[in-house]
C-alpha cells in the first residue's frame, strides 16, 4: 500500500477518535475495475462538510488528507452530516 493512504487512513482514524466519539470504525478496502477503494466509515457524531473552520478554512486535517491522496494521483470523497457519522 502507498504511504500516502496510509497516512490518510491514520488521519482518519485519529479524527474519528478525537472528534466524532465514535464507538465504531471500519475501514474496508476494495477493487474496482483497476483502482482501490479505500473506506473509513464511522459512526460519530459527524459535521457539516461544507462548513469551514475558523478563519474560512477547510479543516487541516481534511485539507491534509486531500493534499496525500492527490499526491498519488488519487482522490478523496468525504459524506458527513452532523449526527450522522462520517465517511471518508
Known amino acids: ?6 497516512r490518510v487512513i491514520q488521519e482518519a482514524l485519529t ?7 465514535a464507538s465504531t470504525v471500519r475501514v474496508t478496502l476494495a477493487r474496482e475495475g483497476t ?3 479505500l473506506t ?3 459512526d460519530g457524531d459527524g459535521f457539516d462538510p461544507d462548513g469551514s473552520s ?5 479543516h487541516y486535517g481534511l485539507a491534509y488528507m486531500r ?15 452532523p449526527g450522522a457519522g462520517t465517511e471518508v
Open 1 to 6: 500500500m502507498v504511504l500516502g493512504s496510509v
Open 67 to 81: 493534499e496525500r491522496m492527490a499526491q498519488i494521483g488519487g482522490s478523496l470523497t468525504l459524506r458527513s452530516a
Open 35 to 37: 483502482h482501490a477503494v
Open 15 to 21: 479524527n474519528a477518535r478525537k472528534h466524532a466519539h
Open 54 to 58: 475558523a478563519g474560512g478554512q477547510e
Open 40 to 42: 473509513v466509515t464511522d
